[in-house]
């Protein structure tokens, strides 16, 4: 990242034109108002939300851009006590049951401390070998009408 040198704002207009999100993901988001927990940056994650009409809680990582070069500014590099990394877990919600959606390395240990885990690519692949019960989903749509039914 320190490499990148062009303004927040040229990135961000690059990240509105050509950053996609799954099918469904509009709807999903209006109904069940998910928490987003990215190991992504918030300064690049918010204006495609905004693109798509949705405003939700999101806890990610910060930007410090500079004109000679972009620094993260990690959002909590607490470890956690159960991994030892700053993973995702720490912004779990505290109550109530959790669903967790996910497909990559860093949901791996938040998936863990969920109630139901719907996961898909890397992360399906990681439940699997632990012998973690997950649930498979292509997309929002497909998501949207399994939660329509009951888990278990
Ligand atoms: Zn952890």
Request: glycine share 10%; hydrophobic share 40%.
């Amino acid at each position: 990242m320190g490499t990148l040198t062009l303004p927040l704002a040229d990135a961000v207009t690059w990240v509105r034109e050509h950053v996609t999100v799954r099918a469904g993901f509009r709807e999903f988001a209006r109904e069940h108002r998910p928490v987003i927990l990215s190991s992504g940056f918030l300064e690049l994650i918010e204006p495609v939300l905004e693109r798509e009409g949705v405003e939700l809680e999101v806890h990610a990582n910060g930007l410090d851009v500079r004109p000679d070069g972009w620094r993260a500014v990690w959002r909590d590099d607490a470890q956690c006590p159960e991994c030892g990394e700053a993973c995702k877990r720490g912004g779990l919600p505290r109550n109530g049951r959790i669903l967790y959606v996910g497909d990559g390395y860093s949901d791996r240990c938040a998936a863990l401390a969920a109630d139901r885990v719907f996961a898909r690519d890397g992360l399906a692949r990681y439940l699997e070998a632990e012998g973690v019960a997950y649930e498979p989903f292509t997309d929002f749509n497909a998501l949207r009408r399994a939660l329509d039914r009951p888990s278990g």
